[in-house]
């Protein structure tokens, strides 16, 4: 699996992210600057966290409408697999690649914490490796990661089955207590209508080691070598 | 030219920084404060004089960027 | 605009925080009344807070040398040899006053001051610690500044994007109107690649990075050392407000440039911006300096040389370059999108001269800036010792449970989840230990080694006794790097006292040295690096004697660090010790 | 009785989010863009109909909570 990271100022998991999709494909990403117009030849396009341009105006939104987002869009269009995790969802939502956006949470806090994720759909590119309905931890780390979208807009979410992961207690409930963040419907990930692009708040890509203590969010990654290898 | 925009969460958008001002100003003991909206407001100092081609730049300039309309209304005011 | 050339009246002086017989030695270094901005300059290098003048004498007695310590107290960071060439960079600093008027960016720019610190030494930042201290929990404004500062620590550090692996919260009455805010950071860096702040060679560029000059601070060196009064809140100082973004970017930009060979000398500017980076690079190189103020990128217009000289405006650096490097350099700044200007030159002069619009504003001795600025033996007195309470006075609590619930209730020893979870630990994927330990502990990437990182001190203790008090805090950060699985290598302190004109406060300060030095000498702990922050009083009410410790130990694989947590049912409990 | 109250950065104060505005906007080819500020507004709704009591209430919220007075400043407008 080729893949590359795309890197705007102010992005700070872009590491994290590298070396995650390293260990599960074997092979170094290319890391893409934000000015650049073309993207290597790759599978996958990863759009890390961080707090890109400091998460000044809104998170992503001016991230949304660099030179790099023109090719990221006809990669997309072309099939191509693209992951935005945290800053990257975000920014996919502002640059209309996933419907909805992230309002602030509803503590008004940062959390950083580690969450249980419903896999809500085990069919897809990006998450092939869990078993559905499996129960995994990540870790989060956001002030705005409150998912909303008009009723109409979560109605074919949910209808689609685009709802990829939800928080969950550890039975699997979905529950506000559960919920880090007061997402609508519990959303803490999804896909667009064609499967090939997925926007989620928690980091799978600092739970892939067993030094992390966890490695429940490597099924991402492991996910993804799959579907480009099938 | 200056110019003033307001972005203002839509209504049905929940506004929990607002929400929080209300209960912080009711616990501080002002009463009768019965709803509060927090929003940005962007002060843009343009060079152009002409007023109609500032209100297209600034209605342009929200709709690519400085509102939301998934989430956000905005209002734009000329000095 | 207030021109360069008015009368120094004492008043003036005064405001500057000089007292007379301070004055009166400037009269005589230079030989003449100084201008308005040779004033500012020489009130921002000798207050308190830059030249160390009522703790100079003590500090010198500590223990800071070791096989291991490559860079001791004096730049901006201390250096220390962690094997394979690989060295940890780090150091402590208190960001107190600004943090007590304006809770969010006093914190925040606390935070951004210490992460400049290290990378400016050429590391990558991989740690952050935290170690706070608040008034009595119903105090009327303590909620509002643990709010702020506590969101203040951590957006600027998960932004920035560095994890913060440990810390400490206390609450005490003596800190109702002064709370202490003191940000550690650690950071990476090759042996090989240690960057310094010793200008070297004649003629070469001196030149401005990172954000713009504006209005901010001025006079913030100096108000980190001035005691607090009712109308503190009042005075209303222009605060800096902290720009994350921008720093991440100077971060990158800055170890770009280093990789060039372009770099001779690097200075943060920091408490006095301008003036005490320049100085500080030409006197340590024996070199003049000369500076032309109409290239410093400004953000307001009309701004005289006195405010640049003495803003505070955060994410700046000063370098000395190789010239033939600065069209490369210059463009790994335009990269980033921060500005870069040459704004001087070395010179063989050892003087400092300030230009501006064709004039010249300073003309001063480099050397004496720094190394004539007074030094004080403050008269000191013991603080008398609290007679010990024997434990047959005190009766045994009638119910234990009740005496249990109420400790763990109780705000110093509560849960510190509610902390914690506003910042990011997870950041870098290289966190092995995360806050809620004896000691955060994070992957050295790359390699099997982990460092281990602890913050620790218990004031009531150091009031009680400062010497045994001090004692225990390094005592309690050795224990605590060990409890991990590390070896602890070093530590750096940030040494928060009252009024040092106080005979019994200066009592507390050289007791709390006198301790620190003696376990530092017995366990083979040098202190490398530190920060000294006086004058925590209002209203002539001083705060606890707060000597924080930052304490870095060393695994040699980091995969056998432990935690606090039993692990299975069944482990057996062993207690070691006396 | 609706207000809106504006809370701005004093001049002065370092201003990152309106910067990145502008950088954005200009690179979103904008031009003649001077300068860019933003601020918080925040709308509250009293219960009052007596202005000069809802403008003394108003001046002593911004002042005990909504504004910071060591950065920013305010202003309040009746609707
Ligand atoms: N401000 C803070 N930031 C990050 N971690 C903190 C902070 N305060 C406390 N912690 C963490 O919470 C845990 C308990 O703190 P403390 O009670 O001070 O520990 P100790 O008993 O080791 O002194 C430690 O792991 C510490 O690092």
Not at chain 1, 104 to 120: G, P, T
Not at chain 1, 168 to 186: F, I, K, Q, R, Y
Not at chain 3, 95 to 119: C, K, W
Request: aromatic share 6%; charged share 20%.
């Amino acid at each position: 699996m080729k893949s590359a990271v795309v890197v705007f100022p102010g992005i700070n998991r872009e590491r994290d992210m590298a070396k995650a999709l390293e260990l599960a494909s074997g092979v170094k990403p290319h890391m893409i600057w934000h000015a650049e117009t073309e993207l290597p030849d790759v599978d996958v396009v990863a759009v890390p966290g961080g707090f890109s341009y400091g998460d000044y105006l809104r998170c992503g939104a001016i991230a949304a409408r660099a030179p790099i987002m023109d090719a990221i869009q006809r990669h997309a269009a072309r099939g191509g697999y693209v992951i935005g995790v945290c800053n990257g969802f975000q920014i996919l939502t502002e640059a209309g690649l996933l419907p909805g956006a992230l309002l602030r949470n509803a503590s008004l806090k940062f959390a950083c914490k580690v969450v249980r994720l419903r896999v809500d759909n085990a069919e897809t590119a990006f998450s092939n490796a869990y078993a559905a309905g499996a129960v995994i931890r990540n870790p989060i780390a956001h002030g705005e990661g409150n998912y909303f979208a008009d009723a109409e807009a979560v109605a074919r979410l949910e209808g689609e089955g685009r709802v990829v992961f939800r928080y969950c207690d550890a039975a699997g409930e979905t529950t506000m207590a559960a919920d880090p963040n007061g997402s609508l419907n519990h959303i803490a990930g999804i896909l667009n209508e064609r499967g090939n692009v997925l926007g989620m708040m928690p980091h799978p890509e600092d739970f892939v080691e067993p030094l992390h203590g966890c490695t429940e969010g490597r099924g991402i990654f492991d996910s993804l070598v799959r579907a480009v290898a099938a | 030219m200056k110019a003033r925009i307001t972005v203002m969460l839509k209504n049905g958008v929940l506004d929990p920084q607002g929400k929080a001002i209300q209960g912080a100003l009711s616990s501080l003991g002002f009463s009768g404060v019965e709803d509060v909206r927090q929003g940005k407001v962007i002060e843009i100092e343009l060079a152009t004089a002409d007023a109609d081609a500032a209100r297209r730049d600034l209605d342009a300039m929200c709709q690519k960027l400085i509102a939301n309309t998934v989430i956000e209304t905005y209002r734009i005011e000329l000095a | 605009m207030i021109p360069n050339d008015i009368k120094i009246t004492p008043e003036l002086v005064r405001d500057h925080g000089l007292k007379p017989d301070e004055y009166q030695r400037i009269l005589d270094l230079i030989g003449r009344e100084p201008t308005l901005t040779e004033l500012g300059i020489f009130s921002a290098m000798w207050n308190e807070h830059c030249s160390y003048k009522s703790s100079k004498k003590w500090l010198k007695t500590l223990p800071t040398t070791g096989p291991r310590v490559l860079v001791g107290p004096g730049e901006n960071a201390g250096v220390v040899d962690i094997g394979d060439g690989d060295v940890v960079v780090f150091k402590m600093e208190s960001h107190n006053h600004p943090s007590y008027i304006e809770p969010y960016q006093g914190a925040a720019t606390g935070v951004g001051g210490i992460l400049r610190d290290v990378f400016t030494m050429g590391a990558r930042p991989i740690a952050a610690m935290n170690a706070l201290r608040f008034g009595a929990p119903d105090h009327p404004r303590t909620r509002h500044i643990v709010n702020g500062v506590v969101a203040g620590v951590g957006g600027y550090g998960n932004s920035f994007g560095v994890p913060t692996v440990g810390g400490e919260v206390n609450f005490h009455p003596r800190y109702n109107g002064n709370c202490l805010v003191n940000a550690f950071a650690a950071g990476l860096a090759k042996a090989d690649g240690i960057f310094l702040s010793k200008a070297e060679g004649i003629g070469m560029p001196v030149v401005y990075l990172g954000s713009k000059t504006g209005r901010d601070g001025i006079h913030g060196a100096s108000m980190a050392s001035a005691e607090f009064d009712d109308n503190s809140e009042e005075k209303r100082p222009t605060v800096q407000v902290g720009d994350p973004f921008s720093e991440k970017l100077l971060l990158e930009a800055c170890l770009e440039l280093m990789q060039t060979g372009a770099v001779i000398a690097i200075q943060d500017m920091g408490a006095a911006g301008l003036t005490c980076s320049a100085v500080e690079m030409g006197a340590k190189g024996d070199l003049g300096l000369e500076l032309d103020l109409d290239k410093v990128p400004c953000r307001e217009p009309g701004m005289t040389a006195y405010e640049m000289m003495l803003s505070e405006s955060q994410e700046r650096m000063l370098m000395v370059l190789h010239p033939e490097k600065e069209a490369e350099a210059s463009a790994v700044f335009r990269k980033w999108g921060l500005d870069f200007a040459v704004v001087g030159h070395t010179t063989d002069t050892l003087r400092f001269v300030v230009r501006h619009q064709g004039e010249v504003m300073a003309d001063l001795p480099i050397k004496d800036l720094g190394d004539q600025a007074p030094e004080y033996d403050r008269p000191w007195i013991a603080p008398a010792k609290p007679a010990a309470i024997a434990a047959s006075e005190t009766e045994a609590p009638a119910d234990w449970n009740e005496a249990l619930l109420s400790l763990i209730g109780s705000p110093d020893l509560s849960s510190r989840r509610w902390v914690v979870e506003q910042y990011d630990h997870f950041i870098q994927g290289n966190t092995i230990q995360h806050p809620g330990g004896d000691a955060g502990v994070v992957r050295v990437e790359g390699s099997g080694k982990g460092l281990a990182f602890t913050c620790d001190v218990t004031p009531r203790y150091v009031e009680a006794d400062p010497f045994e008090g001090s004692k225990q805090a390094i005592a309690e950060a050795w224990r605590n790097l060990t409890a991990v699985g590390a070896t602890p290598l070093a530590v750096t302190d940030n040494l928060n006292f009252g009024n040092p004109e106080k005979p019994e406060i200066m009592g507390q300060f050289v007791g709390a040295i006198q301790g620190l030095g003696e376990a530092c000498r017995a366990l083979d702990f040098p202190i490398v690096s530190g920060n000294v922050s006086l004058y925590n009083e209002t209203n002539g009410q001083a705060i606890l004697p707060t000597p924080a410790i930052g304490g870095v130990g060393l695994l040699a694989d980091v995969s056998r660090s432990v935690g606090i947590g039993f692990r299975q049912d069944g482990d057996t409990v062993i207690l070691v010790g006396d």
